[in-house]
């Protein structure tokens, strides 16, 4: 039943992004698949998360197997536990809890760097997705560009009460 309850959540997810898909139009074909990288990336963000919590579940099992395992071996000994021993079993607890939490850290890190690499990718793709449409002309958004971009520096206005001069050669294309 386990696999059930992730795999129908997935399928209308998936479902959903198809739905949207068919309605959206090119110019928000960008955007669908920036959500779909997202989408992506919050998957193995939390599929990272899952098996790092399975690995913990696993370290503690057997790290109280191993501290069941040293008391009867203290216990048969004869010793009592307190001193030495004592603070030896405590250690070892020690240790086992802090490979738990660096198997924890380490996982919560990598499903961190998951997303926010998925998040770069969806701002790209959306980024590119607006200069794709912004840039539908070619060449002339880029001249058009570049002349927004002189614009502060040689202004187009011309002051008032002058005329500007006609250039009559025919190779000026009347500039």
């Known amino acids: 039943m386990e696999g059930v309850s992730t795999v129908v959540p997935l399928a209308v997810k998936g479902v959903n992004m198809l739905n949207s898909m068919s309605k959206s139009n090119s110019g928000d074909a960008s955007e669908v698949r920036a959500q779909a990288v997202e989408a992506e990336a919050q998957r193995r963000a939390a599929a990272t998360q899952r098996e790092a919590r399975e690995k913990a579940d696993d370290l503690r099992e057997s790290a109280q197997h191993k501290e ?58 959306r980024l590119s997705g607006r200069s794709s449409r912004n840039s539908a002309q070619g060449l002339a958004s880029l001249l058009s560009m570049g002349g927004r971009a002189l614009e502060s520096r040689y202004p187009t206005t011309v002051p008032t009460g002058t005329v500007p001069k006609q250039n009559t050669d025919p190779g000026c294309f009347g500039y």
């Not at 048969?76 to 030896?88: D, F």
């Not at 850290?105 to 790209?124: C, K, N, P, T």
């Open 68 to 125: 069941a395992r040293a008391r009867v071996a203290a216990a048969n000994s004869g010793l009592t536990l307190s001193g030495s021993p004592l603070l030896t079993l405590e250690g070892l607890e020690h240790d086992d809890d802090e490979k738990v939490d660096d198997v924890l850290g380490d996982a919560s890190q990598r499903a961190q760097d998951i997303l926010d690499s998925g998040a770069e990718q969806a701002r790209s793709i």
